[in-house]
């Protein structure tokens, strides 16, 4: 990834000196309704080529349509992140996020209205509080800790392709459509805590079971996590890098160009 970024770079400054050359600063609108803030901006290298740098940001807080997102991690999850979401509750998180993504864009024709092809890479930070349901053993009783807040710190990089269609409207106003943009690549951290009253009491054979049902239910890999129960906290912990795929959904991006 670290390579495709210097390409993108070399790229841009090996055609920056080119006549003719517009700028445009672009904001999607689209990230109102799930509270991201994106500002995108774009450097023409050719009238077919561009290069683009997109920088996003959403503040922690609950995100719209969990219920939905909550169906669909208890559905995809395992595959897509290696964590089974059976027992999370998507629908009560607060999630938030920031990151960076580096584009070259090609045009296809010269008309005002007029599709693209996007090779981008994406670096995010997540940063979220996720309720869960744990199971734990105390005093010789099985317990059941509803809802247990988990504060996940995940990291990823990754790369892919979009796709979308560009609407001019004079010189300097224009819109970017961007329908689809999935992208895989790695998470390089993802660690998450669980802070609970009831750790400080527990024996180490108690502290042994709890690991083993966090294990359990959320179907970690060895392969992938280490987990470990002490007398503050419980934590999950990647000690190599995670398979990971994400989606760069509908985009209304309003641009102005200079």
């Known amino acids: 990834m670290r390579k495709l970024l210097f390409f993108f770079c070399l790229v841009s400054f090996g055609l920056s000196a080119q006549d003719g050359l517009k700028n445009s600063l672009k904001v999607n609108a689209a ?11 774009e450097r023409m290298l050719t009238p077919n080529w561009s290069f683009n740098s997109t920088f996003f940001y959403r503040k922690k807080s609950q995100i719209p349509l969990g219920t939905q997102f909550d169906k669909l991690a208890k559905k995809h999850s395992l ?32 008309k005002d209205n007029r ?3 996007g090779l981008f890479g994406q670096f995010e930070d997540f940063d979220a509080n996720i309720p869960a349901s744990l199971e734990a053993r105390y005093d010789g009783q099985i317990y059941t800790l509803d809802k247990v807040p988990i504060n996940f710190d995940i990291r990823t990089i990754s790369g ?35 802070e609970t009253s009831i750790l400080s009491r527990l024996n180490e054979g108690d502290r042994l079971f709890l690991r083993d049902k966090i294990i359990e239910r959320f179907r970690l890999s060895d ?3 280490d987990v470990t129960v002490g007398d503050e ?3 999950i912990n990647a000690f190599k890098k995670v398979p990971y795929l994400g989606i760069r959904g509908v985009g209304l991006n309003v641009g102005f160009s200079f």
């Open 223 to 225: 392969e992938y996590f």
């Open 31 to 41: 990230g109102a309704l799930t509270g991201i803030i994106s500002v995108q901006y």
């Open 233 to 235: 906290k419980a934590e």
């Open 79 to 110: 595959g897509l992140t290696g964590v089974d979401f059976e027992y999370i509750f998507v629908d009560l998180a607060q999630i938030g996020v920031k990151g960076y993504s580096p584009e070259i864009r090609r045009y296809f024709g010269y």
């Open 115 to 117: 599709w693209f092809v």
């Open 160 to 194: 892919g392709l979009l796709v979308g269609k560009q609407f001019r409207f004079g010189e300097r106003l224009s819109l970017d459509l961007v329908i689809i943009g999935p992208h895989f690549g790695k998470a390089r951290k993802v660690y998450a805590a669980v």
